[in-house]
């Protein structure tokens, strides 16, 4: 049933919320420089007006899920993961192909991702399912666990491709199964299995790549080889966050986006936008923006008053972490460019909405911890 508590308003988790709504609005700022026109005959893009509208779609979005306790997405859980794997296979029958990837269905004027939501659902089942079963994961157990819920999905990632989703996927998995815990023996041998595994898998995963994610790859180990064509990203995205300096050439100062040198400017690579702004000094502030993001929710999964709540506020946690890190990490040259965007930043309605309801459930763990206060 929904109500409003005024516990509910008590106890909200202010800090987090505030925390997602400053890199949203960032974000914007940032996405409308980015696209700004190099000169006058060129008209400004409207990326950031429906980011605006998108923001505040996600924001009423994340007020509605706090009003239910989150236990019910236990309930749920399996119908929620079922949803997702569906609308996954749609996307082979009637999803949108852009920059070789088919990972879109058009739904009127909006482009729909299902593997936004996919991602939050799949922490929901594999937490529901792993809170269920009251001791460490054995061998029969984890490898069910795995053919169920990892394994399918991860071909249909792959298959689409979506290989920054893919991998989040099973970070996820193997994060929340070692959060429920492991039997050692089952430890010692899944990871004998993975190297010896890892050239054959290797040469199959490297084989069922696209051209353009194997030439990424490629880039990552020598970007200076080939500074025009596949190591363009990387290069242009350094010269920006480079600079930048210690303070940054000031807010609309900045060249590489508008004169479109740095292409992605406003989704994958935002971070090189921000950085050449902004400077050292303003980087340093975005990440620690995002550390006390990571922090608030780890502390929230510890002080969870359920395993559910516990595993999916890691989940979520895990999730934020893992995107910021590739994202930054492939911006800076450190990490290969697999396409992951910059949460709460990037560009991108669906993302932006799955993330406000991911916030939204890991401040309602939170608040609901008072276990006397919310039965």
């Known amino acids: 049933m929904l109500k409003i508590d005024r516990r509910l308003i008590s ?27 190099p000169v006058d005959i060129f008209q400004q893009q409207d990326f ?16 509605i899920v706090l009003t239910f306790d989150y236990i019910w997405l236990q309930r749920f859980a399996y119908v929620f993961y079922i949803a997702g794997l569906i609308a996954l296979i749609l996307v082979f029958f009637i999803g949108k192909t852009t920059m070789g990837a088919q990972r879109w269905i ?20 594999y937490s ?38 893919s991998i989040l996927l099973f970070c996820l ?8 815990g492991i039997n050692k023996k089952l430890i010692v041998t899944l990871s004998i299995i993975a190297i010896v595994s890892v050239p054959f898998l290797g040469d199959i995963l490297w084989d069922k790549l696209k051209d353009y ?46 004169l479109r040198f740095l292409p992605e400017k406003h989704t994958d690579f935002i971070f090189s936008v921000y950085a050449e702004e902004t400077g050292f000094l303003g980087s340093l502030f975005l990440i620690a923006l995002y550390l006390i993001l990571f922090l608030r ?38 990490l290969p460019v697999v396409g992951v965007p910059l949460p709460f930043v990037s560009y991108g309605g669906t993302a932006l909405l799955s ?5 939204g459930i890991l401040i309602s763990i939170r608040t609901r911890r008072y276990e006397l206060f919310y039965p």
Not at 106 to 125: D, K, T, V
Not at 173 to 180: D, E, G, M, N, T
Not at 305 to 331: C, H, P
Not at 355 to 359: D, G, P, V, Y
């Open 128 to 165: 529901a399912y792993l809170s269920n079963i009251k001791e460490p994961l054995k061998d029969k157990t984890y490898l069910k666990s795995a053919l169920i819920f990892a394994l399918f999905p991860f071909i249909l990632l792959i298959k689409q491709p979506d290989l920054g989703t």
């Open 106 to 125: 058009s739904i009127g004027p909006l482009n729909f991702q299902p593997s936004e939501f996919f991602r939050l659902a799949f922490i929901i089942a």
């Open 213 to 258: 994610q194997k030439s990424r790859l490629t880039a990552f180990i020598n970007p200076e080889e080939d500074t025009t064509g596949a190591g363009y990203h990387i290069y242009q995205s350094k010269i920006s966050v480079g600079s930048g300096g210690f303070t940054g050439k000031g807010y609309l100062k900045g060249t590489q986006g508008p």
């Open 355 to 359: 993330n406000f309801i991911s916030a």
């Open 48 to 63: 950031y007006l429906k980011q605006t509208l998108w923001l505040l779609i996600s924001v009423v979005c994340m007020l």
């Open 11 to 37: 106890h909200l988790d202010y800090l987090t919320f505030g925390i997602v709504l400053t890199l949203s609005i960032i974000g914007i700022l940032t996405i409308y420089s980015a696209t700004r026109p």
């Open 297 to 334: 929710g780890i502390d929230t999964a510890l002080k969870a008053k359920d395993e559910f709540g516990r595993l999916v506020a890691t989940g979520i946690t895990a999730m934020f972490f893992i995107y910021f890190t590739v994202n930054v990490g492939m911006t800076i040259g450190i």
């Open 173 to 180: 998995f193997v994060i929340l199964s070692i959060i429920k």
